[in-house]
């Protein structure tokens, strides 16, 4: 068993930046992949960023690319989500979540998510 508790969302101006933390309980956190999802109102919970169990690899969806950087600290048990020059279409709500197997960009293939943090990215 895994939880997961986001901290870090907030209100920002477009260009400005923001890191989400996700801290996780349990042991196996090192041997789960992580990964970052948002939900704007009215949409579904697109996929934004992962990494796998040891930090070597990491995936982004296109829209942030050379913007947003995931990274993870497994002695602290933590992922992260550096955000970067932030958009109004970034605003959503960010959930992270972790997996043991699947593809990265689907929510299916995740076992354990937080409860969300809010991002609003005012013009």
């Known amino acids: 068993q895994v939880q997961l508790v986001e901290s870090g969302g907030g209100m920002v101006q477009a260009g400005g930046s923001l890191r989400l933390s996700c801290a996780a309980s349990g042991r196996t956190f090192s041997t789960y992949a992580m990964g970052w999802f948002r939900q704007a109102p009215g949409k579904e919970r697109g996929f934004v960023a992962a990494?796998?169990?040891?930090?070597?690899?990491?995936y982004y969806t296109d829209s942030v690319k050379g913007r947003f950087t995931i990274s993870r600290d497994n002695a602290k048990n933590t992922v992260y989500l550096q955000m970067n020059n932030l958009k109004p279409e970034d605003t959503a709500v960010y959930y992270c979540?972790?997996?043991?197997?699947?593809?990265?960009?689907?929510?299916?293939?995740?076992?354990?998510w937080g409860q969300g943090t809010q991002v609003t990215v005012s013009s």
């Open positions: 979540a972790a997996q043991d197997s699947g593809r990265y960009s689907y929510p299916a293939s995740y076992n354990y």
């Open positions: 990494i796998n169990w040891s930090g070597r690899s990491t």
